[in-house]
């Protein structure tokens, strides 16, 4: 998932073109967010998750969602007070 998300902070130095650039992006979030649980990719529910925390304790859900999923999970997520 880490090399969609490329690296934080205006730190990316362009879209990831091989192994070390996603191997790089892996180690700077390993450093930046802990991960708590990883949720495996499913294909009746065509996703997966991965919870983490951050330095800051601040906690957050990363999906990646097959296109026809995202739509009305975005709707539904917009219609939510965070």
């Given amino acids: 998932m880490v090399e969609k998300m490329g690296l ?10 091989g ?5 790089r992006c892996c180690q700077t979030w390993s450093k930046i967010e802990r991960r708590i649980a990883t949720l495996e990719f499913d294909h ?8 983490v925390s951050s330095s800051s304790g601040r ?5 990646k969602v097959h296109r026809e999923v995202f739509e009305p999970l975005a709707d539904f997520c917009a219609r939510r007070v965070v």
């Fill in 19 to 23: 192994y070390g650039d996603v191997l």
């Fill in 44 to 51: 009746d529910r065509k996703s997966m998750g991965v919870i």
């Fill in 59 to 63: 906690k957050s859900l990363l999906l």
């Fill in 8 to 17: 934080p902070n205006g730190l990316d130095s362009g879209t990831s073109k």
